[in-house]
Antibody, heavy 119, light 107 residues
Framework: EVQLVESGGGLVKPGGSLRLSCAAS????????MNWVRQAPGKGLEWVSS????????YYADSVKGRFTISRDNAKNSLYLQMNSLRAEDTAVYYC????????????WGQGTTVTVSS | DIQLTQSPSFLSASVGDRVTITCRAS??????LAWYQQKPGKAPKLLIY???TLQSGVPSRFSGSGSGTEFTLTISSLQPEDFATYYC?????????FGQGTKVEIK
């Protein structure tokens, strides 16, 4: 079964750091670009970051550029999001998602992990 | 950045109704548009990619059309399981962006 499972969310104080992980299974992870998408409580979807299959191309939303770092370990079938200098506005459910084609959308999503930034 | 504007933001409809949601891009995005369905507490589900291609396993009552700056998602006969929020997403250029969403509720 094709599956993505996020972990690493939790409660963190403003200015703190958190590292999210996404474990992939059921498909050849190294062949796909991967993404992080977030959703603040009661709000819409916001694209956060994308990384190509070999990590050659990396993109960030302006709202997280310089604070978040996306990475992947194809040997471990894992995607990561290192989040530093967290702000209250980063509070959201964070989803990892697979791009089956870079222009065609995200066809597999994890269940999400919740990040809450609060003092 | 490319902005996507969905209309309406909220839609009240009955089972069996034909429903159309529009997504307008602030600049041309060719056919690099996807549509997603999201139910409360769940991850989004890809419905349509490349503006008009139905994702595998998605019922044929869903269809998409458009290119350039104007796109539509149509549900030909609304079913109880279709009550959800729908989002468009542009993949023409980074940063990728989503529309603000259209919530479809039961009348």
């Amino acid at each position: 079964e094709v599956q993505l499972v996020e972990s690493g969310g939790g409660l963190v104080k403003p200015g703190g750091s958190l590292r999210l992980s996404c474990a992939a299974s059921g498909f050849t992870f190294s062949s796909y670009s991967m993404n992080w998408v977030r959703q603040a409580p009661g709000k819409g979807l916001e694209w956060v970051s994308s990384i190509s299959s070999s990590s050659s191309y990396i993109y960030y939303a302006d709202s997280v550029k310089g604070r978040f770092t996306i990475s992947r370990d194809n040997a471990k079938n894992s995607l990561y999001l290192q989040m530093n200098s967290l702000r209250a506005e980063d509070t959201a459910v964070y989803y990892c998602a697979r791009s089956w084609n870079d222009f065609y959308g995200m066809d597999v999503w994890g269940q999400g992990t919740t990040v809450t930034v609060s003092s | 950045d490319i902005q996507l504007t969905q209309s309406p933001s909220f839609l009240s409809a009955s089972v069996g109704d034909r429903v159309t949601i529009t997504c307008r891009a602030s600049q041309g995005i060719s056919s690099y548009l996807a549509w997603y369905q999201q139910k409360p507490g769940k991850a989004p589900k890809l419905l349509i990619y490349a503006a008009s291609t139905l994702q595998s396993g998605v019922p044929s009552r869903f269809s998409g059309s458009g290119s350039g700056t104007e796109f539509t998602l149509t549900i030909s006969s609304l079913q109880p399981e279709d009550f959800a929020t729908y989002y468009c997403q542009q993949l023409n250029s980074y940063p990728q962006t989503f529309g603000q969403g259209t919530k479809v509720e039961i009348k």
